[in-house]
């Protein structure tokens, strides 16, 4: 089961059930065959939806907050105007306060930055050579263990934790 939170300008309920098999039609002859089914429940987090929700988290509510200033002022601003006022307000408010004053600059580039296709490859090429510098630590720790190194001596080659190390080895 899978909770995810919902916060568009689409109307949408407190609450929907979604489920993987209805995005495909039904084929014939394949009715009888038993699947894996991935529900995901989704809530909508917008402010003044799902209230008893918005409560039991404090960053879930002030994100909440948070969009809707930004909608709020986007009505009179511009995108990069309508973040810092809702960003203002919200620090005002004692809304994500810590949060806010220790990244709003990059909140503001998130929300207002236009991502080009070189920053997308860049963030993808950057992803690709972490997941492989990974998997070339892990066959080596896998390597060491077979000739017998120690955890310790494993983790000073490859940067592992020890925690993954020991996973390794079991």
Same mark, same amino acid.
């Given at each position: ?10 109307? +949408? ?10 995005? +495909? ?6 009715? @009888?065959? %038993? ?21 039991? @988290?404090?960053?879930?509510? =002030?994100?909440?907050? +948070? ?24 620090? =005002? ?19 207002? %930055? ?32 077979? %000739?017998? @190194? ?8 490859? =940067? ?11």
């Amino acid at each position: 089961m899978y909770r995810l939170p919902y916060n568009g300008v689409d109307q +949408f309920p407190d609450y929907k059930e979604l489920r993987l098999s209805d995005a +495909f039609m039904n084929i014939k002859g394949l009715e @009888s065959i %038993e699947s894996l089914e991935l529900v995901a429940h989704v809530y909508n987090i917008n402010h003044s939806r799902n209230p008893q929700m918005l409560e039991r @988290s404090r960053n879930l509510d =002030g994100y909440s907050i +948070f969009i809707a200033k930004i909608r709020e002022y986007r009505k009179e601003l511009s995108l990069e105007e309508s973040v810092k006022a809702a960003i203002k307000y919200c620090i =005002g408010n004692r809304v994500l306060v810590q949060f806010l004053k220790d990244n709003s600059s990059e909140v503001i580039n998130m929300l207002t %930055e236009e991502p080009s296709m070189e920053k997308i490859m860049a963030i993808l090429t950057q992803e690709s050579r972490e997941e492989g510098r990974e998997e070339t630590s892990i066959q080596i720790a896998k390597n060491l263990l077979a %000739e017998g @190194s120690t955890h310790e001596f494993i983790h000073k080659i490859t =940067g592992l934790s020890l925690d993954v190390i020991k996973n390794l080895d079991s």
